[in-house]
């Protein structure tokens, strides 16, 4: 297990790691398989990809594209809070599926070192100064070509929902502008190429980086 404290109680990190295993079963009804699966081939994750799944809280996503990369492909799995990372490893980790302790804003992997990024709910822990940082180090992982699938809570419209994400989840999840996130990706250097709604909660923007022999 990765031994690092260097991140505990960072802005945004969640630490009850087994309680949000338990909310995330829950919360998703039945179709977290499928929606997770779904951000799996938005992002055309396929045998030997090599794959980062950024804000991967217990892994559940990580695992899933691990196993779409496989053979020869795998998945790292990063997230800010080391409980979030225990559990991943507990649950999830395997012969290509790994996990460790990091920020989005600062990733510790070499230029070019993935084919995809992954992140799922994770961007508006992120705060907002350090959102446009976490895309710029996205696009510097990622190799030329590589795809970035960002997923993020999409707040409700009609007034009681709101009220109820807001009076449940906070006003970061209720005032949530994941408008805001296929024009940072622009302005880290991606291509924006599609913007997808992936069940009532979860918007999905898919871009890539220039370059690459497509
Ligand atoms: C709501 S959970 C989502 C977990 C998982 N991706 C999923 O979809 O179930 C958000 C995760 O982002 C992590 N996180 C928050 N800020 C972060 C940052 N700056 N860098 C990396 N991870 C971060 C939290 O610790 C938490 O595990």
Partial sequence: MHKTHAHDGAPGAISHARSYELFSAIAFAGRRRRIFGRLVELA???AGDVVLDVGCGPGYLTALAARAATPNGRALGVDVSEPMIAQAQRLRAGANCAFEVGAAQGLSAADATFDVVLSSLAIHHITEEARATA?????????????????DFLPP???????????????????NPVERIAPMLGDAGFDVRATTQVSWFLHCVRADKPGGDE
């Fill in 44 to 46: 055309e994750v396929g």
């Fill in 135 to 151: 895309f710029a180090e996205m696009f510097r992982v990622l190799r030329p070509g590589g795809r970035v699938l960002i997923a």
């Fill in 157 to 175: 419209e009609g007034p009681l929902a709101r009220h109820l994400v807001g009076s449940t989840a906070g006003r970061t999840m209720r005032d």
